[in-house]
């Protein structure tokens, strides 16, 4: 019912920046929380950066003052704006969404997790 599709991911030098998209699509639903995860070669998930609806971020130490994200609301986009790029940022990017979904059977509202399918980055000369 609820879909992300994640763009912007890519090949970049070092030091470089990449900016990365992700829009939620479907019917009857809202959105609480986005976020971004990333998954490196060889190592398990881990949270970005995440965002509730009224702007409230929260970022890993990994990637303060690095990485900034974003949304618009009205268009149920998340962005994350990636600075100064490092090989270690090398990882397949994940968008997640916690959403409410209105339903017309009970109960009315239900709550969903959905992530993205994942967009590749690469950090290298």
């Known amino acids: 019912q609820v879909q992300l599709v994640e763009s912007g991911g890519g090949l970049v030098q070092p030091g470089g920046s990449l900016r990365l998209s992700c829009q939620a699509s479907g019917s009857s639903f809202g959105i609480n929380a986005m976020g971004w995860y990333r998954q490196a070669p060889g190592k398990e998930r881990e949270l970005v950066a995440t965002?509730?609806?009224?702007?409230?971020?929260n970022y890993a130490d990994s990637v303060k003052g690095q990485f900034t994200i974003s949304r618009d609301n009205a268009k149920n986009t998340v962005f994350l704006q990636m600075n100064s790029l490092k090989p270690e940022d090398t990882a397949v990017y994940y968008c997640?969404?916690?959403?409410?979904?209105?339903?017309?059977?009970?109960?009315?509202?239900?709550?969903?997790?959905?992530w993205g399918k994942g967009t590749l980055v690469i950090v290298s000369s």
């Open positions: 965002i509730t609806s009224d702007g409230s971020t």
């Open positions: 997640n969404a916690y959403c409410r979904v209105y339903q017309t059977t009970y109960p009315p509202v239900r709550s969903l997790e959905v």
